[in-house]
């Protein structure tokens, strides 16, 4: 090694380090954004998690320390278990309905059809709309009147046995809630998909098709692995989207009929807001937090791991 | 690709996905030109003759005039203050490779994944405390909040990927690191910055939520907010409420058929990391 070689890594070791041989910019460019941050996110996450210790009862009320008493009442409330039990179903529901859905139409609009521009058009155009204005127009399709919405659609072409009280029926609200957001965000799921199908090389399908290869085989081989990125941030996405949901169950159900369609997001809300349980909702939210960061760890870890794989 | 008969049957099933698809949309449509006797007697046939009085009273009990010029004024600027500081902190991250930077990179990327459900009441009792409750300036300081995160995910990738030559360049030439920022890497952050305006303007203009909780009587409610109130003013008025969810979805719907092709890439390239 030169002597000049041995001078220019010292140089290089004292100088600050940086990325891509740039000049480093000043620190002073994150504080603006930092502070925001801090004040609107990162504070009151931590204020809220502390809260979840204590028997808080309002804006300005007085708490004080009650260990783990809220999280002893939580997994002996029946309200809050179902919730929790809700939660699940429905973030199951949403995760494999609409990515499924997502995929399927991502691969019909990804081929020669005429219309497949128009297509991703209309089936994109609903992700734009505000969820609590989806709701309402599926509160209407899902009028209980046999003549109004679905059910008259259903009447109409000779199906009138299904007509349901959609919303009103414990046992099927929770699913007509959950259709409602997969209806909304399936166009989501699909521009993903789209964009993760056009990074597929059209060589990799014309030299298995030279081989042999159907259409199932050359999706089960080529496309579905090259697809993995597409599925992580679906995956990731859909699963928080659900854990989290609330706008549509407060604007479709307000958690009811009962409590069938109560997810941890209302009962923390309405805990808060309506009883003026503080401490107890976010106590809630804690575990809800816990639940979030829990899956997407998971899910970061499995997925990447098959995409390095794949 | 050539159009086979295999095509023109999958473009038949699709197309008839797609008819399905809109059915809510058509329901909505049809009902919002229909009198009450119609409503009443042919519920999904088309309405004849067509009556638009629903659409003046509906933007009338709405206050939906007042409503767009709030929603407007709190995305707009809260998109504005996201791209300023947004892409400025990401320059600082994506340029740096020291322990701070990279810690503050990770605690941005920890506010992605964080549900502001767990903040929801300390914030909302410190926007009480500073006065900000029914104000533009704190729903813009709360969206600038919940929003910086992904904004500055999606800028710290992008710039990473972009050659430090053309900085450096100004910054030999005497350029301060701000101007170096203000006329070299901000122009070449136009693709990005299309991205992050759209996906926060749509989630911004869309939320329902946390204005309901800070701008709820105020008098600057937004349009989900204000169209909340008068669908369950008038829960029993369907051609009413059809018209008002007309009204209020038709300026968001317009502007997405206008730039529908970049609010599609947007939304890909957004999340493709």
Redesign the interface.
């Known amino acids: 090694m030169t002597v000049t070689a041995q001078a220019v890594r010292r140089d290089a070791v004292k100088a600050p380090r940086r990325r891509g041989g740039g000049i480093a910019p000043p620190w002073l460019f994150a504080v603006p954004a930092l502070l925001i941050y801090a004040l609107v996110v990162l504070y009151p996450a931590f204020s809220g998690a502390g809260s979840a210790f204590t028997d808080w009862s309002g804006v300005g009320a007085q708490r004080s320390f009650v260990g783990l008493d809220n999280f002893q009442q939580l997994f002996h409330d029946d309200q809050a278990l179902g919730a929790l039990r809700n939660t699940l179903l429905l973030t199951l529901a949403i995760v494999v309905v609409q990515n499924g859905i997502g995929l399927l139409l991502a691969l019909g609009v990804h081929t020669g059809i005429k219309s497949r521009m128009v297509l991703r058009v209309i089936f994109f155009a609903p992700v734009v709309v505000s969820p609590v204005m989806v709701s309402f127009l599926w509160k209407y399709v899902y009028n209980p009147a046999p003549d109004a919405g679905l059910n008259a659609a259903l009447g109409a072409i000779g199906l009138g046995g299904l007509r349901q009280d959609w919303l009103g029926n414990p046992s099927i609200a929770l699913w007509s809630v959950a259709f409602t957001v997969i209806w909304q965000c399936a166009g989501y799921s699909m521009v993903i998909f789209l964009a993760g199908l056009e990074g597929v090389p059209a060589e990799l399908h014309e030299s298995a098709m030279v081989d042999g290869a159907g259409t199932v085989a050359r999706f089960r081989h080529i496309t579905w692995p090259l697809l993995a990125p597409a599925v992580t941030i679906n995956m990731m996405l859909s699963t928080v989207g659900g854990l989290t949901l609330f706008t549509q169950i407060i604007a479709m159900t307000n958690g009811g009929p009962g409590y069938a369609t109560d997810t941890l997001s209302t009962v923390l809300y309405k805990q808060a807001f309506v009883f003026g349980k503080f401490g107890y909702s976010t106590a809630v939210a804690l575990v809800l937090a816990i639940f979030v960061a829990a899956v997407s760890f998971i899910q970061i870890g499995y997925l990447r791991s098959r995409e390095t794989a794949a | 690709?050539?159009?086979k008969p295999r095509?023109f049957v999958?473009?038949v099933?699709?197309?008839a996905?797609?008819i399905a698809?809109?059915?809510?949309?058509y329901?909505?449509v049809t009902?919002a030109f229909k009198d009450p006797g119609q409503i009443a007697n042919r519920?999904?046939s088309l309405p004849d003759p067509p009556s638009v009085g629903s659409f003046g009273e509906a933007w009338q009990s709405a206050s939906l005039g007042s409503a767009l010029l709030n929603s407007t004024l709190i995305t707009v600027s809260s998109v504005i203050v996201l791209i300023v500081?947004?892409s400025?902190?990401a320059?600082?991250?994506?340029?740096?490779?020291?322990r701070?930077?990279y810690t503050?990179y990770i605690?941005?990327l920890v506010?992605i994944?964080?549900?502001?459900?767990?903040?929801?009441?300390?914030?909302?009792?410190?926007v009480?405390d500073l006065g900000l409750l029914g104000t533009y300036q704190g729903m813009i300081?709360?969206y600038?909040?919940?929003q910086?995160?992904f904004t500055?995910f999606l800028y710290t990738g992008f710039i990473?990927s972009l050659?430090?030559?053309y900085?450096?360049a100004a910054?030999i030439d005497g350029a301060s690191?701000l101007q170096a920022?203000a006329h070299v890497i901000f122009p070449l952050l136009r693709p990005i910055t299309g991205t992050v305006l759209i996906l926060n303007a749509?989630h911004i203009?869309?939320?329902?939520?946390t204005p309901l909780l800070y701008l709820g009587g105020s008098g600057r409610e937004t349009?989900?907010v204000r169209?909340?109130a008068f669908?369950n003013e008038y829960t029993s008025n369907?051609g009413l409420?059809?018209a008002g969810?007309v009204l209020?979805?038709l300026p968001?719907?317009l502007l997405?058929?206008v730039l529908?092709r970049y609010?599609?890439r947007g939304?890909?390239?957004g999340?493709?990391?």
């Open positions: 690709m050539k159009y095509t999958l473009e099933v699709m197309v996905v797609a698809f809109l059915f809510p949309v329901a909505l009902l519920p999904l500081l947004g400025l902190a320059y600082f991250l994506a340029r740096t490779a020291t701070l930077s503050l605690l941005f506010g994944i964080l549900p502001f459900q767990l903040g929801m009441i300390p914030l909302y009792q410190m009480n300081l709360f600038t909040g919940i910086l995160p500055v990473r050659p430090a030559d900085t450096n910054l690191h920022f749509v203009w869309n939320d329902f939520f349009v989900p169209v909340f669908v369907y409420v059809a969810l209020a979805a968001i719907l997405f058929l529908q609010v599609i939304f890909a390239s999340l493709k990391g």
